[in-house]
């Protein structure tokens, strides 16, 4: 293993969360809100943070908001963590073009997803995707692999890592446990392998993945990092228990909702509330009972 592949690696072992995009009630990002975040999740212990993932609503970002949360957070993070980057385009021209704007920057990583529209590439063009965008940067790519109308296999995911030198390594959501273990099972040692499955966080790590981007990771980054550690030091009594806690927050969360949930969590440990951008709603009053009985069962 080289010096570039471990420095690489170091970057994305961990609890990486994406940061949620804060809005006011007329969709415009509050950098204040931005800054604050940040201080938060870094001073839990987390190893670095995503910007423009999908609880970060990077769907809803255009190129300039894009650019504009990227060179904020790259200030307000200061080099104190990793700084990945969320590309969710739905074109290989609109994913150069992102990167074309941050260039200069430093960026740990890029989590890119398939395209999601109703249409979809085959796989030597779902290749040829991720290998184009490689071929324009020298930042490592990760493949985020969310995309239910463009869900990739086993088989494609380790081909795309395989044929493009520039891939490294994958993120796996959409509840699928199954794929993380056959892609710890099949891949090279030097591929590296991050968890998006909140409910089963404790099972993923104990599975040997290398961190996790998840909401839950942004919504109680300091819980996170205590399951993580534990899993590390091999105390599964307090990973079992940090386990449940976590399961109980995860279910009182509304997933259609999630990245107004995951604000509403972090306005109750301290953090000024911020919205979602529309059409996506604030939380309703149910749902943060739903959440505030979940917080104060699991003591925060």
Not at 170 to 188: C, I
Request: glycine residues 8%.
């Amino acid at each position: 293993m080289g010096e570039n592949e471990v420095d690489v690696r170091g970057s994305l072992t961990g609890v990486l969360p994406p940061v949620v995009t804060p809005f006011d009630k007329a969709g415009n990002i509050d950098f204040g809100c931005l800054r604050e975040q940040i201080d938060f999740i870094v001073e839990a212990g987390c190893t670095g943070i995503v910007i423009g993932g999908s609880t970060g609503e990077g769907h809803t970002l255009n190129s300039e908001d894009f650019c504009e949360l990227m060179e904020a957070a790259h200030e307000a993070l200061n080099g104190r963590g990793s700084l990945l980057a969320g590309l969710i385009v739905n074109s290989t021209k609109e994913a150069i073009d992102r990167l074309k704007r941050i260039e200069g920057m430093k960026v740990d990583a890029l989590q890119v997803t398939p395209v999601h529209y109703l249409f979809k590439p085959g796989p030597d063009a779902t290749v040829s995707h991720f290998k184009k965008i490689a071929e324009h940067t020298p930042v490592p790519l990760l493949i985020y692999n969310v995309i239910q109308w463009n869900y990739l296999s086993v088989d494609l995911m380790l081909r795309i890592m395989d044929e493009v030198p520039g891939v490294i390594g994958m993120k796996q959501s959409n509840g699928d446990l199954k794929s993380v273990s056959d892609l710890l099972l099949r891949k090279k040692s030097e591929n590296v392998v991050l968890t998006g499955i909140d409910g089963l966080l404790y099972p993923a790590f104990m599975l040997g993945v290398d961190g996790a981007i998840t909401a839950l990771t942004a919504a109680v980054p300091g819980l996170v990092v205590k399951l993580w550690k534990a899993v590390q030091n091999g105390d599964h009594r307090q990973a079992r228990e940090i386990h449940f806690r976590l399961a109980k927050l995860w279910n009182s969360m509304t997933h259609d909702n999630l990245p107004a949930c995951t604000k509403y969590v972090q306005h109750r440990q301290g953090l000024k509330l911020s919205f979602p951008r529309a059409p996506m709603e604030e939380v309703s009053a149910e749902q943060k009972r739903s959440m505030d009985a979940a917080l104060d069962e699991i003591g925060l």
